[in-house]
């Protein structure tokens, strides 16, 4: 293999130019192609001369090439192609005009809120329960680099999904196995099962969320030290490293870097769930008060914790009063205020100071 696979600009591929290097990977070189009888753009991964001599891994590659390209979801880099051309093999796949989360994270910390997160992770695990509930597939390499945002509508995108597998080496030799040591479950990092699920994936998305949410990953350190801590260290919790992260929010990411899976959330629907939950509650929190006199807004709050209709809402009279506390967190010391004051306004009265 002759070929440089960094200069490749202006070689053709399955009737596809290649135009520019969009970056790299433990796989490959991605270049932005033109696919000319559809005049759209494309992305194509080259492999690396290194794998391209792996008849084996190149085999299996392909395999999970074909398993991807049955993936239709919109949070999912389509597979489009995958051959053997001038000595070169590729991979095609749908171009995403956006930026990496990767990307983001080194270049445009600022913009990573709270609110930013919920927003990606509810994508991304839509997207995992799908490969896992319709295909029974599992990423392996859930990372910063494999989530893009579309600079368009802010749409996730996750790449390598039904790649990343294989790439990573499944097998039973721990000197071939091929991972991102940042990321990597402990169970992958042991090879303790070779039937993972998605509780591995599970793991990485919670050490990516970790990063993202106080800037720092659980663990740090050379690929040796990095490992070892996975498999044996317990991170920080991240409310301590970041004490302005929601309570409920920080408590769930923790859970997901478990070392034993069964510790984890048992699935991508649990945690999109739980995900949907600590939006809806925040979204709600930040809503403005709405019109009204303080007068009016605590005689609603008596009218819930007595029990009394309201609103023409079918709420039991405990999530009536909840539900104004999370609205108006202010009404429930007012109201004790407004109850001691009586209380010191009527001892007078109690012991006949004013007969």
Request: with cysteine; hydrophobic share 40%; aromatic share 8%.
């Amino acid at each position: 293999m002759n070929k440089n696979v960094y200069e490749l600009a202006g070689t053709t591929l399955a009737g596809c130019e290649l135009i520019n290097v969009l970056g790299s990977g433990n796989n490959g070189v991605v270049y932005l192609a033109h696919q000319k009888n559809l005049n759209r753009y494309i992305a194509c991964k080259i492999m690396t001369p290194e794998l391209q001599e792996d008849t084996a891994y190149v085999d299996t590659l392909f395999t999970e090439a074909s398993n991807a390209a049955k993936l239709t979801h919109p949070n999912v880099i389509q597979a489009l192609n995958a051959g053997v051309e001038n000595d070169l093999k590729f991979f095609m796949m749908e171009f995403v005009d956006g930026r990496s989360l990767e990307d983001i994270r080194l270049n445009s910390p600022e913009i990573i809120s709270t609110d930013f997160l919920l927003k990606i992770a509810l994508q991304v695990t839509e997207a995992m329960d799908y490969a896992w509930c319709e295909h029974r597939m599992i990423h392996g390499d859930i990372k910063p680099g494999n989530i893009m945002i579309a600079n368009k509508d802010h749409q996730v995108k996750i790449g390598d999904l039904g790649l990343a597998r294989s790439s990573n080496g499944m097998t039973s030799d721990p000197d071939d196995v091929m991972i991102t040591p940042l990321y990597a479950a402990p169970e992958v990092i042991a090879q303790q099962n070779t039937e993972l699920d998605q509780r591995s994936d599970i793991y990485s998305f919670g050490v990516m969320f970790y990063e993202l949410a106080c800037g720092r990953a659980p663990f740090t350190g050379n690929v040796e030290q990095l490992l070892q801590s996975h498999l044996y260290a317990l991170p920080e919790s991240l409310i301590s490293m970041n004490p302005d992260m929601d309570r409920e929010l920080a408590s769930l990411i923790d859970s997901m870097l478990a070392k034993n899976p069964d510790d984890r959330p048992a699935s991508w629907k649990k945690i999109r769930a739980d995900l949907q939950r600590i939006s809806d509650r925040l979204t709600a929190a930040s809503q403005p008060l709405p019109k009204g006199d303080v007068k009016s807004q605590l005689q609603e709050f008596q009218n819930a914790a007595a029990g009394k209709p309201f609103n023409s809402t079918s709420w039991s009279a405990e999530d009536r009063s909840k539900k104004l506390l999370d609205k108006y967190p202010w009404l429930l010391p007012a109201m004790l205020i407004a109850l001691i004051a009586g209380a010191l306004i009527s001892i007078p009265f109690s012991l006949g100071l004013f007969k």
